[in-house]
DNA sequence: AGATAAGCGAGACGGTACGTCTTGTCTTCTT
DNA sequence: AAGAAGACAAGACGTACCGTCTCGCTTATCT
């Protein structure tokens, strides 16, 4: 039934936004972020390059950042979207593993320089800690209060603690580069933090 | 042999250095540095407010990403020289807290401005792991050593993970400021840690 | 069928380059020309005095000498073209006195200094002659073959010859200076100068 | 009486001011200035290019200006200082010969460069002036009024006049170089202004 | 169907920073 | 004292990039 006019979206009048371009401009955004840095794309280069006008990338984002922001956010949504749901250490375990192993790839390499890229932009640098950094800690919560409940870690641990010990150490050798990010690493950091919180 | 001739540097010809100049440029720069952020800095603009001109900037250095670094480090230089001889883990412990009261200081801000700033300058990023980052894990681990020397920790503990998971969760949030990185932070964080390397 | 087709300039794509500015920034640019000299003009002073940002005087022009040659030449256009069609040596004379008279006032000054101005560069040097020797040259040449048709001037008269002959000795006191270009000097040069070719 | 030391020049102190510099200096100045044109040398490029410093340059010369007009001048000296004492229409005529030979010939591109060079520097245009145009109308003068004496030329010939009706065509197409500078142009040229001067 | 509204590519524009260059002066040590 | 070496101030030059604007065209909805 068509019904009289179930208005739901009043769809805007005028030429809809072609969504197809945006994500071809994301996607470019993307890759020339990835084969040349943060500083080094230029806002008309990402146009030409998608085969977009200047106006229309300054339509839907306010600066350069934002779209190398966002560029990099929508690459990595299917990759940033774990559904880690469960419990037990081996599934903490499991997150900090993978989570190293994404840090230590490319794309971990092209967030870095989001991450660095964007330090100077309060706004940006909030949104950045929100979808990424914060969403991560949340499931890292949940997994480690499912472990205290489970009684596999001491009633007393401090969830936002345990989280800093065991994501920092990472995150150091990420952007610092002073020392290889591997498997090894992430084992073992993992070992001795989960030492002091757990039981017995 | 003509003797021990403890080279003499042979003094350059014609007019010196002004070093004077130079002070007050790293001078300058730092204070625009700490009240503009990195990329609002211009070289122009620290030119003009140190009296100098552009050309002698970049006599000297061949980037304004270059100045500011120098500026940074030649203003830390006093703060970052830390006598810190010693051993046992009292000392590793305060020159933990110190470290953090650092980070979390306007000097910290400005520091953070120029990881980040750097960050796609592949030159200036080693030089900041050297005279940054490297320097103080050296401290550390002579101070770590020492510790298991005497008996304090665990003959196992490997200095370069406890460096690690000593610094991590500390530049984790000094970075991203997802979290206050004040005193009772490093207190219970250095305890969780030591923990795990201790002996008993 | 549509037409002959007549040639419908398919205008460009994009936004249109201002015509106004263009304008603006040439009457400055010979403004400035004339108040200050050739070399002492700078070419971010033209735009900011034009209102116009540096790139887009150098999108138009490749040079500063380029700008203040255009400008030159623009200027000069309403009063460089001289309708003076027609013939025989009373309009020879009319010719030379007005082009004496023009070396000789402000707008002379100008080309002086661009001419100079540009002695160096090959391109523009060529330019100035098509735009400005050679036309008069063929004026010039015009008129004095319509003299010799009409039997004013010998039948062996070199046109070439004669307009350098007239041309020469204003061109050569306007640059240097060394005794007054005024009319009475372009009368008596006329004069003699004709003598040579007259027929009788 | 002091002694033997019979003192007649009171050689002053300190390092004799280098008298063969001097020459090396213009010498080179010249060179780069035939090879290079008027704006593309440098003062510092001169300097170096004749082992002198930039600060011996300027405590002689005002200007970079300066410099190349006295190379050229120096250069040009034995060229220039012509014995032409004489008296007739043959001298005359030799005289012009010569003189459009040299505006032809290398040193007279030189020569057209400092002029323009110049232009704008009132001083050295007026030197200019003096040390060659008004020199070489001197001469000019002498010789025609040598001819007027010996009843070559008309009593009523002005001699001013004549020599600007018969350098200025020379020197229009020496720095416009709109037609070719050739043995037989100066000839007609020769002929055809004298023949209004001439008796009979 | 025509009017109206917005999206869009092309590309010019103002503003502003960059890093280089050149001129003429100044400072230090050497001859 | 004169000079070479070379640092320096001043400031112009031409390039690059950012984000905005203008133009004409296209795509949609609304009347």
């Known amino acids: ?26 996607e470019t955004a993307y890759k020339l972020l990835r ?7 230029g806002s008309h ?44 250490l081996t599934r903490l375990r499991r997150y900090i593993l ?25 706004r940006l640098r909030r949104m950045f800690l929100e979808r990424y950094v914060n969403q991560r800690r949340q499931i890292l919560r949940a997994i480690i209060e499912d472990s205290i409940a489970l009684g596999e870690l001491k009633p007393t641990t401090d969830p936002e603690l345990l989280i800093d010990m065991l994501s920092g150490p990472l995150f150091f050798r990420w ?4 020392a290889p990010l591997d498997k090894g690493f992430a084992k073992r950091l993992f070992d001795n933090v989960i030492h002091a919180f757990q039981t017995q």
């Open 35 to 41: 084969d040349k840095g943060f500083n080094a794309v």
């Open 98 to 122: 993978r989570a190293s192993e994404f840090l230590a790839s490319e794309e971990g390499t092209v967030m870095a320089r989001v991450l660095t890229g964007i330090h100077e932009d309060q």
């Open 175 to 178: 952007l610092q580069g002073h």
């Open 45 to 88: 280069e990402i146009a030409k390059a998608a085969g977009v006008s200047s106006a229309t990338l300054y339509r839907w984002w306010k600066s350069k950042e934002e779209i190398l922001f966002d560029a990099c956010f929508e690459h990595m949504k299917p990759i940033l979207a774990i559904p880690e749901t469960g419990s037990g």
């Open 1 to 26: 039934m068509k019904g009289p006019k179930t208005k739901i979206a009043p769809r805007p009048r005028g030429r809809p936004r072609s969504e197809q371009a945006q994500q071809e401009i994301l």
